[in-house]
């Protein structure tokens, strides 16, 4: 008779445990042992469950915390940081009901976007001289950049690439020649006219100073000797005598 009897007890546990194992709760309860209780709303945490004569007893949440659905969590979420170490700031601020929506800073692009926003950023790429921002960097895409060709150039901060300055269009003289990192650099330009002058009147004065100079040499000659001569011809008559 006792070996019946605790088969019996047996047998009911295993009903129980069937029974309890097949209880199922509405999408709008949840189940906490054998009972579904009525879920908090948004912004709310359960703090008490419900019982076989009360309904569940729900809290607000309060300071850096929320849930965002019908929850029958005991405690609230803690709000999402917006870390500007990760290239990010405030979208939208945390409320009870709805977490801190994050978004790029300035200059970055999304690399872990979410539902509403972004979980990480990186800062957008820089196009260095000889390139041109093909396309510009978006908050959710990162800046392209494109290599110049031909006699053109950028110094990686254009849009478009430039064409190299043409200095003799304006009448100058190209100093140095353009590359795809620079412009041609120009000068004022040498006149020829100006040249010739300027050629024609040194070669004057050389050949002045030269005249002048072959002049003297010769006229130094001619007033030496003639006198020489004379002094000569007045000895000789004397000595005659």
């Known amino acids: 008779m006792r070996h019946f009897q605790v088969l019996i007890w047996i047998l ?3 009903v129980l445990d069937y029974v309890d194992s097949i209880v199922v709760c509405n999408p709008s309860e949840y189940r906490i042992v ?25 809290a607000p949440c309060i300071g850096s915390t929320y849930i965002d659905e019908p929850n029958g969590l005991p405690a609230c979420l803690s709000c999402t940081t917006c870390d500007p170490g990760f290239g990010l700031m405030d979208k939208q601020s945390c409320r009870p009901s709805s977490d801190t929506v994050c978004e790029p800073l300035e200059g970055f692009y999304c690399t872990e976007p979410t539902k509403d926003g972004c979980k990480a950023a990186q800062r957008h ?31 990686g901060s ?8 043409q200095c003799d269009t304006l009448k100058l003289q190209q100093i140095k020649p353009g590359t795809r990192l620079s412009d041609s650099e120009c000068g004022p330009q040498t006149s020829p006219p100006t040249a010739v002058i300027i050629g024609a009147v040194v070669a004057l004065v050389l050949i002045t100073a030269v005249g002048v ?29």
């Open 125 to 155: 790429s820089s196009c260095k001289p000889g390139q041109y921002i093909r396309q510009k960097g978006t908050k959710s895409t990162d800046t392209v950049c494109s290599n110049c060709t031909g006699e053109s150039y950028s110094d």
């Open 158 to 165: 254009f849009t478009s690439c430039q064409p190299h300055t």
């Open 213 to 241: 100079g072959v002049g003297i040499f010769v006229f130094g000659k001619r007033k030496v000797f003639p006198c020489m001569q004379s002094d000569f011809e007045i000895t000789a008559t004397d000595e005659n005598l």
């Open 34 to 58: 054998n009972e579904c209780c009525p879920m908090c709303s948004p912004g709310n945490r359960v703090y008490k469950h419900c019982t076989e004569f009360t309904s569940t007893s729900c």
């Open 12 to 14: 009911c546990l295993k």
